[in-house]
T-cell receptor, first 118, second 110 residues
Framework: DAGVIQSPRHEVTEMGQEVTLRCKPISGHDYLFWYRQTMMRGLELLIYFNNNVPIDDSGMPEDRFSAKMPNASFSTLKIQPSEPRDSAVYFC?????WGTGRSYNEQFFGPGTRLTVL | GQNIDQPTEMTATEGAIVQINCTYQTSGFNGLFWYQQHAGEAPTFLSYNVLDGLEEKGRFSSFLSRSKGYSYLLLKELQMKDSASYLCAASTDSWGKLQFGAGTQVVVTP
């Protein structure tokens, strides 16, 4: 089975440009999470969805960031306009529903998108 | 506020045992996860504890004390491939939201 798929794997852009990161979760998983990882701040949760509905976006840094999940197999994280401080590795993760024969909902991470904003 | 603390780095020799401690203070708690992350790769799940006590899984064991807000990950019979960052994460709601610690870099030397 394919794991979580993210694209692009690397993105280099200039300050002020729009950046769109894409994620395909594991089929059948009901939860999708977007994280950002930097040396300074570690792994931070930005937003997560359950059944395509945003549940908690309190980690989204500011209005320049937006995320959508139009269907169960696709999500995007958009940054507009991008700034150098947005440079980080962005991970998407998915997990199955808690309690469906499971005592916990382990998150499966995609390979990440390394974003560099010049 | 929410706080998860773990040591920054630990070094041990091949074949030895290392214990990585994690203390947490969160507004909600629904279990404690440990993830492993090799350099340049994504985190991968290692263990989960929700009840007090020790969970053993091969060379890796994880312990939880809810009353003390404390967990540890025990790595036995260390191998070179165990050199990685180990992330402690508290589940803070019933939906599976995770708050991660900064990670402990374990360096295994020959």
């Amino acid at each position: 089975d394919a794991g979580v798929i993210q694209s692009p794997r690397h993105e280099v852009t200039e300050m002020g440009q729009e950046v769109t990161l894409r994620c395909k979760p594991i089929s059948g998983h009901d939860y999708l999470f977007w994280y950002r990882q930097t040396m300074m701040r570690g792994l931070e949760l930005l937003i997560y969805f359950n059944n395509n509905v945003p549940i908690d976006d309190s980690g989204m840094p500011e209005d320049r960031f937006s995320a959508k999940m139009p269907n169960a197999s696709f999500s995007t994280l958009k940054i507009q306009p991008s700034e150098p401080r947005d440079s980080a590795v962005y991970f998407c993760a998915s997990s199955p529903t808690w309690g469906t024969g499971r005592s916990y909902n382990e998150q499966f991470f995609g390979p990440g998108t390394r974003l560099t904003v010049l | 506020g929410q706080n998860i603390d773990q040591p920054t780095e630990m070094t041990a020799t091949e074949g030895a045992i290392v214990q990585i401690n994690c203390t947490y203070q969160t507004s909600g708690f629904n279990g404690l996860f440990w993830y492993q992350q090799h350099a340049g790769e994504a985190p991968t799940f290692l263990s989960y504890n929700v009840l007090d006590g020790l969970e053993e899984k091969g060379r890796f064991s994880s312990f939880l004390s809810r009353s003390k807000g404390y967990s540890y990950l025990l790595l036995k019979e260390l191998q070179m491939k165990d050199s990685a960052s180990y992330l402690c994460a508290a589940s803070t709601d019933s939906w599976g939201k995770l708050q991660f610690g900064a990670g402990t870099q374990v360096v295994v030397t020959p």
